[in-house]
């Protein structure tokens, strides 16, 4: 085997595609749409080297436009996980023995498969099938995907390269990065097709074999995700793909010995459901599995008197309401100091008055459909109790509508208690909550922010003061993963802001990050020694 030590290319952010009126990526990105809606594809179960059909089908429709059926997927059982994990592990030797630098190869391609030839078709089916608009769609399925993607394989090199500093003469110490014995499982959400890609494949770069389950109202894009990895050269039965529903995933995976890993984003009672099953399994495996994932948010906005009101308008409605406020990232609750607050209700419903909601197709629509029926039901919920509730003002939208899709006006309260109860419980939809405090008392205010809600996932605090920023960041250091300052507390990007939170949000491995690759491999230390001694004395126990 021919052997070098290899720099892969530096990766950069992927530049995001505008898609103005008349531009070239608009009308390629309208044929994908049109091509994708014109017809319906049997979506497969994706396992070792074969696309497995089954006669249990579920339907696969936009959230916008319910009525219509793109396709349909293969509902899969216990009987296929198991044979996923078999087709892994089959694959397991062939692929962690693979030198690096080809496993980096096929990753780096399929990053420039999405930034070329499929760029339009992976959006489209992320538009159509979670409801993203077509920025939203951008910025997630092409580019931070991409980016995840050619980061990742620049991390992993540095993963590798790092070395003891240190090996006295005669030895020669050293560090191999083992991929974890045995198999993970990537269990990936419905609103970030990036992450739906990226889970399953941070863990196989580093050499892992991987069982991965969707949500259902991701499949449409998560079958595209498996065509490209498959142009790019992905072995057979390195990443298997499943639809199957939770409980099936979990009685077969979590019973296994060759169980090693999680890699996880999704609710919190999910998470900490699957954490105490391991734990309670944690006889059967051959081995400690590494459990990561990120959770829930209650993501807060907190404007101090000295902030600009219309930075902080255009901070809360776009950090509220991009992509229906279902990232875990959204902003849900926002504190905003009563000097301030005259201006910033302005600036709001202004630009509030001006949103378009419909299909995605269209791309005059800045607000699209929640992902579900459960969803829309759930935020209707939470909106009838608002309007009964004398103590809370509803100042912009209120109403919905679920007839031809699920689709919820962006709404929002103002409360007279900051322990209401849409600022404390995660919403995942376009309902954002806010507090009016008095100036006087932006301390007070400081300790309810930390401590209203168990997660601790983003925030923003948008100021001018300059003392106010440094308390305010001192303050909240526990209260989110990723603080932005003056900037909306959603958006982070591969290689700038690595994401991730703690307390309730989960494990804080930060995604986009060497920190999240470190969880995949398990280092073996070697120390080689030259001229060993032949001796056991040493010479303290010499005579004087």
């Known amino acids: 085997m021919l052997k070098g030590f290899f720099n892969v290319p530096a990766p950069v952010n992927e530049p995001i595609l505008a898609y103005a009126p008349g531009s070239k990526e608009r009308e390629l990105l309208k044929a994908a749409l049109a091509e994708a809606r ?22 696969v429709t936009p959230p916008h436009d319910h009525q219509h059926i793109l396709g349909q997927y293969s509902k899969g059982e216990k009987t296929h996980v198991q044979q996923a994990i078999d087709a892994a592990l089959a694959a397991k030797a062939n692929w962690e023995n693979l030198a690096w630098e080809h496993r980096a190869a096929i990753f780096l391609k399929a990053a420039d498969l ?17 409801s993203k608009n077509a920025y939203q ?35 020669w110490n050293r560090v191999e990065q083992r991929p974890l014995e045995g198999f993970v499982f990537a269990l990936t959400p419905f609103n970030f097709t990036a992450i739906a890609g990226n889970l399953p494949t941070s863990a196989a770069m580093m050499g892992n074999v991987v069982v991965w389950k969707p949500a259902n109202t991701q499949i449409f894009a998560a079958n595209v995700l498996m065509q490209i990895f498959k142009e790019a050269g992905l072995p057979d039965g390195v990443i298997n793909l499943v639809y199957v529903s939770g409980p099936d995933a979990g009685d077969v995976i979590f019973s296994h010995p060759d169980f090693a890993g999680i890699h996880f984003t999704g609710s919190t009672g999910v998470f900490q459901n699957i954490w105490k099953t391991i734990g309670n399994n944690i006889h059967k495996f051959k081995t400690y599995p590494r459990i990561v994932g990120e959770t829930g948010g209650k993501d807060f906005i907190l404007a101090h008197s000295s902030a600009d009101a219309e930075v902080s308008s255009t901070a809360i409605i776009r950090g509220a309401f991009e992509y229906q406020g279902q990232k875990c990232s959204a902003a849900s609750r926002v504190y905003i100091a009563k000097s301030l607050w005259p201006q910033v209700k302005e600036f709001m419903l202004r630009d509030l008055a001006t949103f378009k909601m419909g299909g995605t197709e269209d791309f005059g629509n800045f607000i699209n459909a929640v992902i579900d029926e459960n969803s829309f039901d759930k935020l209707a919920s939470y909106i009838d109790e608002a309007k009964k509730d004398t103590a809370v003002e509803v100042i912009a939208g209120g109403n919905y509508d679920k007839s031809k899709g699920y689709f ?44 209203t809600s168990i997660y601790a996932l983003t925030g923003a605090f948008i100021a001018q003061d300059r003392y106010a920023i440094e308390k305010a960041t001192q303050r909240l250091r526990n209260a989110a993963g990723n603080f932005y300052i003056n900037d909306k507390c959603t958006g982070a990007v591969v290689g700038q802001q690595p994401f991730g939170g703690a307390r309730g949000s989960g494990t804080n491995d930060k995604a986009g990050s060497m920190i999240n690759l470190l969880r995949w491999v398990s280092p073996r230390t070697i120390k080689e020694t030259f001229d060993p001694p032949k001796d056991y004395r040493y010479p303290f126990l010499a005579n004087d």
Not at 38 to 58: L, R, W
């Open 38 to 59: 014109s017809e319906q594809i049997d979506i497969p179960m994706y396992i070792g080297a074969e696309k497995v059909h089954t006669d249990n089908k579920g339907k």
């Open 114 to 130: 999405i930034a070329g030839p499929y760029r339009y078709k992976l959006n489209a089916a992320t538009m159509l099938g979670q």
């Open 137 to 171: 769609a951008e910025i997630d399925s092409a580019c931070e995907l991409i980016d995840f993607l050619r980061f990742n394989v620049s991390y992993m090199t540095e993963i590798y390269k790092q070395q003891p500093p240190v090996s006295p003469k005669g030895s």
């Open 408 to 451: 919820i006006e962006p709404t929002v309260l103002v409360v007279q208690d900051p322990m209401y109860t849409t600022m404390c419980e995660e919403l995942f939809g376009p309902v954002l909550t806010i507090y009016v405090y008095d100036d006087a008392e932006f301390d007070k205010i400081l300790d309810i922010v930390d401590t």
